[in-house]
């Protein structure tokens, strides 16, 4: 079967750096998204990896292991408003996204 | 402006009912999605249509009906409502179903069946 894992829920503290991980088994890979989702909010983009390596996107960067099915998303200068669940999801061979259940962080002063 | 718009954004009934939600994207899409999203946060594809055309069906009750009038509209009907069918679904669009495009969401519709 298909699965994505991620921690269900991690803690920081602002100003800090944050590193949530995604391990995923997949039937095939057509690229690996990061999303974030406020609480009671629509998921929103923030990423996507389909070469091995880092991207980076202000604060936020996102890397990708293909043949070790990893993935994490690296927040630094955490602000409280980083608060939020963060969504792993791949796209498979039949280019379904196939989504982790998020990581909630919580962000402490 | 709106992207992808959802509506009704609440919605409470009875168990039995037949209900509606729209969604309308204007960000002239090709493909557009429904998801439901559980209390556990699972997000979960039910449907996706590309430019009207049903391409993927998971597995999902028939009582949940899909219809695309155009690409920038796909609306769920579902019918004879049930307990578990409680959860926030979101409608989102791609420009395509492949690559690297996002999707955009909508607001989600919570629904709750009482």
């Known amino acids: 079967g298909q699965n994505i894992d991620q921690p269900t829920e991690m803690t920081a503290t602002e100003g800090a750096i944050v590193q949530i991980n995604c391990t995923y088994q997949t039937s095939g890979f057509n690229g690996l998204f990061w999303y974030q989702q406020h609480a009671g909010e629509a998921p929103t983009f923030l990423s996507y990896n389909v070469l091995d390596g880092l991207e980076e996107k202000g604060r936020f960067s996102s890397f990708l292991s293909r043949s070790k099915g990893y993935s994490y998303l690296l927040l630094k200068e955490l602000q409280m408003k980083d608060s939020a669940s963060y969504l792993c999801?791949?796209?498979?061979?039949?280019?379904?996204?196939?989504w982790g259940a998020g990581t909630k962080l919580i962000i402490k002063p | 402006d709106t992207a992808v718009s959802q509506t009704p954004k609440y919605l409470v009934t009875q168990m039995g009912n037949d209900k509606s939600i729209k969604c309308e994207q204007n960000?002239?899409?090709?493909?557009m999605y429904w998801y439901k999203q559980d209390s556990k946060k699972f997000l979960k594809i039910m449907f996706s249509y590309n430019n009207k055309e049903l391409i993927i069906n998971e597995t999902v009750p028939n009582r949940f009906s899909p219809k695309s009038p155009d690409k920038a509209h796909l609306n769920l009907h579902i019918n004879s409502l049930e307990l578990g069918d409680s959860a926030v679904y979101f409608c989102?669009?791609?420009?395509?179903?492949?690559?690297?495009?996002?999707?955009?969401f909508g607001p989600g519709t919570r629904l709750l069946v009482l």
């Open positions: 989102a669009s791609s420009q395509q179903i492949g690559g690297g495009e996002t999707q955009y």
């Open positions: 999801a791949v796209r498979d061979s039949n280019y379904q996204l196939i």
């Open positions: 960000l002239g899409h090709d493909t």
